[in-house]
């Protein structure tokens, strides 16, 4: 099976600027009530990036509990880790266990097609049992 068979597309996906603040990004995912937010890139050749609750918790105790001096950008993973939409899910699944990765981007020619999940492959493996 294909990541781009269980992706979830790029239009189900919150995306931020680079430069937005941390609260914004964190009131986000409240509101979707998800783990992790898209860092949009800052220009045609620049990289997609993911900032998680673990980049923000990280951040909080570095800053004594203060964010708000933060942009997306100073505590984003950016370049974000991504795969092609070709690639095999299985060569994805190894590569998020041998690298204790929960999320990766799609990403072809530079452009976003979405994310996969760690969820994902569980689900799809959960269908075939």
């Known amino acids: 099976m294909l990541v ?37 890139k800052n220009s045609p050749n620049g990289a997609y990036g993911l900032l998680t609750f673990k980049n923000i918790l990280q951040a909080i105790v570095a800053q004594e509990g203060d964010i708000d001096l933060l942009n997306v950008y100073d505590i984003a993973t950016i370049p974000a880790i991504s795969v092609t939409r070709k690639l095999e899910m299985r060569y994805v699944a190894k590569m998020m266990v041998q690298h204790s990765i929960k999320r990766v981007l799609v990403v072809d020619d530079n452009e976003l097609y979405g994310i996969i999940t760690m969820s994902d492959i569980i689900g799809v493996l959960l269908e075939d049992i």
């Open 4 to 40: 781009e068979e269980i992706m979830t597309p790029k239009d189900k996906l919150v995306i931020v600027d680079q430069l937005a603040p941390v609260r914004k990004a964190l009131e986000l995912m409240k509101k979707y009530n998800i783990k992790s937010v898209i860092v949009d």
